[in-house]
C-alpha cells in the first residue's frame, strides 16, 4: 500500500518509508499517527539492534517537523510492532479541512 494512503486511512507508517521519504507527514491531516517498525528476524530488541536505532531517528527527525513522541510500543511477543505514537504539536493540521 501507498505510504501516504495508508497514513491517510489506518493512520500510521513504516520507519522504512520515513528513511526513504522525511516529508511523508507535512500534510499528514491526522495530529496522531504510529510510526511502526518490524523486528528484523533473529535480531533482539535490544539497544542498538534491530530497528531500534531507525525508530529513534525517525522519532527525532518528526521532532524538528512538529512531532512529538506520546506513547512508545517496545515488544511482548512476535505479533507486536515496535513503534512510537506521535502527535502533532499545536492544534494540528491548521487550515486543512
Not at 505510504?3 to 493512520?11: I, T
Request: include cysteine.
Amino acid at each position: 500500500m501507498d505510504p501516504q494512503k495508508r497514513v491517510l486511512e489506518q493512520r500510521y507508517i513504516e520507519v522504512d518509508d520515513l528513511a526513504h521519504d522525511p516529508t511523508l507527514l507535512d500534510g499528514c491531516p491526522h495530529r496522531y499517527v504510529f510510526v511502526a517498525a518490524r523486528p528484523k528476524a533473529g535480531l533482539s530488541l535490544q539497544p542498538f539492534h534491530g530497528n531500534l536505532p531507525r525508530l529513534l531517528w525517525c522519532v527525532e527527525m518528526l521532532e524538528t517537523r512538529g512531532w512529538e513522541p506520546v506513547a512508545w510500543e517496545t515488544g511482548g511477543g512476535p505479533q507486536t510492532r515496535l513503534g512510537t505514537l506521535m502527535r502533532r504539536s499545536g492544534s494540528g493540521a491548521e487550515g486543512r479541512s
